[in-house]
């Protein structure tokens, strides 16, 4: 347990640090606390020993520890208002009624993203809720396409599909279009099903090559059902902070954004808004994950801002706590 001295100084010394990056020395807070620097350094002595600062190896000052961090978080942090131009930069994507909900939150977790200079993440599940409203494909040389599966929730997908030469433009767009007639309206996780015992046998009468179409759009729509959707914004945003500036840490955090399985991790299953700090998070020790869960008109994900330690947690919190707030408003 910690006085109440201690706990006012633990609350300089991370907000301090959150702002400077630099390590915080007795001296610049004798006249805030109104005591000696001897006064300041024993104080700060006695909560490194209790596990809630760090001495650097480059100077006298202390930074807070990932237990320091977690008790400012749960015991002394207390959420700022958002400012009008937050909510202002906001309210222009929620009060926009020709934006389908996957627009509203992907454009709301940019802004986000934007306002605070974090990393923002959507994980969403593709569920059964999601109902097929057309696919297209756009050629873009004699072999391959992108094929753009849509849905009734206004999420749009695109697949490379790769096709032999002998495959025609002209049976590929047959094909599209007997797959636009015969299962829009379907369910994402049924259209697989559909595809092979529906539509299969009819491609087979009108297209030569229907074996090679069928298996690829197939695939399409079998990843598509299995994929969660996931999309992120300001990768390179924690690259600019001071914690990430040697080569090692940049390769290291670059290819966990990269990689899928270590970012679908990242899924929330609880209620409000939880914060992980450090090793309590299953992504990477050097950063704080603050993640929600939503639910809105059928669909079910997370939103997550990834960090450094020296998070501003009084505006993030609030920031997510506004956006999880408005989508689920309309559900």
């Not at 207390?78 to 627009?103: A, C, H, Y």
């Not at 923002?120 to 004699?142: A, C, F, Q, T, Y």
């Not at 092979?196 to 009108?206: G, L, M, N, S, T």
Request: charged letters at 30%.
């Amino acid at each position: 347990m910690i006085t109440g001295r201690q706990e006012e100084l633990l609350k300089l010394i991370v907000e301090e640090y959150i702002k400077t990056a630099h390590p915080v020395s007795s001296k610049s807070l004798c006249e805030t606390l109104d005591c000696s620097s001897a006064t300041i350094r024993n104080e700060m002595s006695d909560l490194e020993e209790a596990g809630m600062l760090e001495k650097t190896h480059i100077s006298s000052g202390r930074v807070p520890s990932e237990k320091g961090y977690r008790y400012y978080v749960d015991n002394i942090m207390r959420p700022k208002e958002l400012t009008g131009e937050d909510v202002l930069k906001l309210q222009t994507i929620f009060q926009n009624n020709s934006l389908v909900l996957s627009d509203v939150i992907k454009k709301s977790v940019e802004i986000i993203s934007e306002l605070t200079t974090y990393t923002s993440l959507i994980l969403g599940s593709s569920s059964s809720e999601n109902k097929l409203s057309k696919v297209e494909v756009v050629p873009i040389s004699d072999s391959r396409l992108i094929a753009l599966v849509i849905t009734d929730k206004g999420h749009v997908e695109n697949k490379d599909i790769v096709i032999p030469k002998i495959v025609s433009i002209n049976e590929v767009r047959q094909t599209v279009e007997l797959i636009n007639k015969m299962i829009v309206g379907t369910p994402i996780d049924e259209v697989s099903t559909k595809l092979e015992f529906e539509v299969k046998p009819v491609i087979a009468k009108y297209i030569k090559q229907h074996e090679v179409l069928y298996n690829a759009f197939y695939n399409v729509f079998s990843d598509f059902a299995n994929e969660s959707i996931f999309k992120m914004s300001g990768t390179s945003n924690i690259l600019k902070q001071p914690e990430f500036n040697d080569a090692d840490k940049i390769r290291d955090i670059v290819s966990k954004f990269d990689n899928k399985e270590m970012v679908k991790a990242i899924e929330e299953d609880k209620n409000g808004i939880n914060i992980y700090i450090g090793s309590e998070n299953n992504f990477d020790e050097n950063v704080t994950v603050v993640k929600t869960r939503y639910k809105a008109d059928g669909e079910e994900g997370t939103i997550a801002l990834i960090g450094p330690k020296r998070m501003e947690y009084d505006r993030v919190i609030p920031l997510l706590q506004y956006i999880k707030e408005n989508i689920e408003r309309g559900d």
